[in-house]
T-cell receptor, first 111, second 116 residues
Framework: DAKTTQPNSMESNEEEPVHLPCNHS???????IHWYRQLPSQGPEYVIH???SNVNNRMASLAIAEDRKSSTLILHRATLRDAAVYYC????????????FGKGTHLIIQP | NAGVTQTPKFQVLKTGQSMTLQCAQDMNHNSMYWYRQDPGMGLRLIYYSASEGTTDKGEVPNGYNVSRLNKREFSLRLESAAPSQTSVYFC???????????????FGAGSRLTVL
């Protein structure tokens, strides 16, 4: 899995939307973008993934740029429980050789 | 709904001692993984098992051995522990979605190991 680039930290207010950016300039046509998050003192948990088009689930939305070199994870209404480290991962679909986690973005939510 | 269970949760070792971290999953996943996480760092892959009967090295395999005992269980062994192996260890399992492109890993709660 190739390297992605994320800001080290971001801060947002409770009940406001949060946009977490990720750059993946070396992405190939068959690479998927996965997002995981890690709450304090827990293991990471899956958030969402996508290939080309925007994706939504109960946790978040994923907006992928048209050239696929960047994406944005959107938390529509942040709560204090969303404070975590968020990892953006470029994954070559079909492989079972694990995911490469960078340092991620530490999201701080202010009440 | 246990998911991925790791034991022990905490362990303190002296340099040179050996120990085995146990991991079991009840989701019938084919693939299992061991990661380590050091303070302020992301997770680094130690070993993985794409399917029962196979194991492969990840990014940081030195000083570790693994055993895929059966489809459910994947253990990590430190034969001669060193202070550099002080870390939090996470086990995970997944079922790769070849049609969906998803690799949804389910992680255990972690095992915190201190080597003195």
């Amino acid at each position: 899995d190739a390297k992605t680039t994320q800001p080290n930290s971001m801060e947002s207010n409770e009940e406001e939307p949060v946009h977490l950016p990720c750059n993946h300039s070396t992405i190939s046509g068959t690479d998927y973008i996965h997002w995981y998050r890690q709450l304090p003192s827990q293991g990471p948990e899956y958030v969402i993934h996508g290939l080309t088009s925007n994706v939504n689930n109960r946790m978040a939305s994923l907006a992928i740029a048209e050239d696929r070199k960047s994406s944005t994870l959107i938390l529509h209404r942040a709560t204090l429980r969303d404070a975590a480290v968020y990892y953006c991962i470029q994954y070559s679909g079909g492989g079972a050789d694990g995911l490469t986690f960078g340092k991620g973005t530490h999201l701080i939510i202010q009440p | 709904n246990a998911g991925v269970t790791q034991t022990p949760k905490f362990q303190v070792l002296k340099t040179g001692q050996s120990m085995t971290l146990q991991c079991a999953q009840d989701m019938n996943h084919n693939s299992m993984y061991w990661y380590r996480q050091d303070p302020g760092m992301g997770l680094r892959l130690i070993y993985y098992s794409a399917s029962e009967g196979t194991t492969d090295k990840g990014e940081v395999p030195n000083g570790y051995n693994v055993s895929r005992l059966n489809k459910r269980e994947f253990s990590l062994r430190l034969e001669s522990a060193a202070p550099s192996q002080t870390s939090v260890y996470f086990c995970a399992s997944s079922e790769v979605g070849f049609l969906t492109g998803a690799n949804v890993l389910t992680f255990g709660a972690g095992s915190r190991l201190t080597v003195l």
